[in-house]
Nanobody
Framework: QVQLVESGGELVQAGGSLRLSCAASGLTFSSMVMGWFRQAPGKEREFVTAITSSGSSTIYADFVKGRFTISRDNAKNTVYLQMNSLKPEDTAVYYC????????????????WGQGTQVTVSS
C-alpha cells in the first residue's frame, strides 16, 4: 500500500519560511519522480515543482523560482520543499505526488498523492 504523508504546513507571516516534508512508503521511492502541487480555495490544483528520481534535475513553476527549493533523500524515502519569502498568495493546501513515468508538470501524470498539508501565509 502506497502512502505519501506530508507534514510541516502551518500559519506563517509574509516573508517567513517553512519546510515541508513528504515521507513515502510502499513504493520504490528512488525510482519515482516526485512533485509538489498546491490548491487554493476555489482554484484548480497547480504544479509547484518536481525532482527526478536521482535528484539531479528539478523544475519549478515560474511563481516560485528563486523562493522554493525541492530536494530529496532517497535513503529516508523523503522529499522536501523549502519555502522562503512566503507571500499571502502562497496560501494553499500543498500536496506531494509520485510519478512512475517521466518528469512532468501535469497533475494527470502523477500516480500517487498525499493527503496534503495546509500552508497559510498572513499579510
Amino acid at each position: 500500500q502506497v502512502q505519501l504523508v506530508e507534514s510541516g504546513g502551518e500559519l506563517v507571516q509574509a516573508g517567513g519560511s517553512l519546510r515541508l516534508s513528504c515521507a513515502a512508503s510502499g513504493l520504490t521511492f528512488s525510482s519515482m519522480v516526485m512533485g509538489w502541487f498546491r490548491q487554493a480555495p476555489g482554484k484548480e490544483r497547480e504544479f509547484v515543482t518536481a525532482i527526478t528520481s536521482s535528484g539531479s534535475s528539478t523544475i519549478y513553476a515560474d511563481f516560485v523560482k528563486g523562493r522554493f527549493t525541492i530536494s530529496r533523500d532517497n535513503a529516508k524515502n523523503t522529499v522536501y520543499l523549502q519555502m522562503n519569502s512566503l507571500k499571502p498568495e502562497d496560501t494553499a493546501v500543498y500536496y506531494c505526488a509520485a510519478n512512475r513515468g517521466s518528469y512532468s508538470r501535469l497533475v494527470t501524470r502523477y500516480d500517487y498523492w498525499g493527503q496534503g498539508t495546509q500552508v497559510t501565509v498572513s499579510s
